[in-house]
């Protein structure tokens, strides 16, 4: 009997799991000072916060510091903050010269003081091919998805820096599914007036997220090919009728290569229980009075060159459908009281669907087209 307890206490005993927090020391409330200088844009920006608690992140901005960047040569560029916690320059590109070295200071309200090491502003190189392919992309959740794949290409003199990263933003032209023709507004049916239907076309432009970033440093040339970008998906409007990407290609040191690269296993790479966790990531800012305070975060300087690219049906694989009908069922008026929605008529039937089949501005786009757009 002794022993069938003893064995049932280790089956009860060895069934139970228990959440499983990994230590990761003590990166709460430590300052992060992220920002760049880039000749070829213009403005330039640093970003200082303090860092969360890993369990529950959130943005924390400092502000009222003292920000300035200046080169090897003792030429100043004062910031200004134009939200909590963002500082902004716009600095004339003649002004950032190529192979010099920029350091950034910062003065924090509680007067500690802050600076990167010099970090030297390489010649851009131009971007040399942007493609895509049609074909499936992976996600953790869903597998594989049909979509388009963009890749670049990178060919550059054996001299030239050998560290990359891209930055990209998206714009797609989408289409209203159904004319505005009848409304409900909650008491009766409203006609809408001849040519009131204006809300069409509308066109969503936002930043691809991501850390996209490769080193030819390994290869005898400075050349790589099929470089992968983001994979655009068939399951939303994106390529349904006209999708473009911008894509800026920055020339790096090999720190700055180190820091984004780490980013991108913390962010992209997740999962494992042993997983690099955020505040551990390399850094080139220092408090200057206390060297061992452990500082995130990190300044660059580079120049950049870009390249836009479009991508216009029809393409192997279908758009998943966003719209469906909804029948209308006005025996019990009682369940429309109060709402207001769009009329879909059909012979004797009428039906309904979401805003955005009728108000393509409900999709989060706007109707005024892009400078850019052919």
Known sequence: MATFVFLLAVIITDSCTYPYVPPIGNFQNLLVIEGHIVKGENVQVINISRSSSFNEPEYLPVSGCIVMVADHSGKNFRFTETVKGRYIASIPDDQLKYNTAY??????????????????????????????????????????LEGLQFYVDIKAPANDTRFFRWVMDETWEYHRKFPIETYWDGRRKLTMPPNSDTLIVCYITQPVTGFYSTTTSNLTLNEKKRIPLNHVSNQSNRLETKYSLLIKQYSLTEDAYKYFNMKKTETQESGSLYQSQPGQSFSNVVNSDDPDEKVLGFFWASSVSEKRI???????????????????????????????????????????????????????????RPDFWK
């Open 103 to 144: 350091t950034l200071f910062v003065t924090t309200p509680d007067n500690k003081n802050y600076e990167s090491s010099p970090e030297m502003l390489l010649p851009g190189i131009p971007i040399d091919s942007v493609y895509y392919k049609d074909e499936p992309g992976q996600t953790v959740a869903t597998g594989r």
């Open 310 to 368: 479009f991508a216009i049906p029809p393409f192997s694989f279908t758009i998943k459908p966003y719209c469906y009908t909804e029948l209308l069922d006005w025996a019990n008026i009682a369940d429309y009281r109060l709402k207001t929605f769009y009329i879909i008529r059909e012979g004797a039937n009428e039906f309904t669907a979401p805003d955005m089949c009728f108000n393509c501005t409900r999709g989060g786009g706007t109707l005024k």
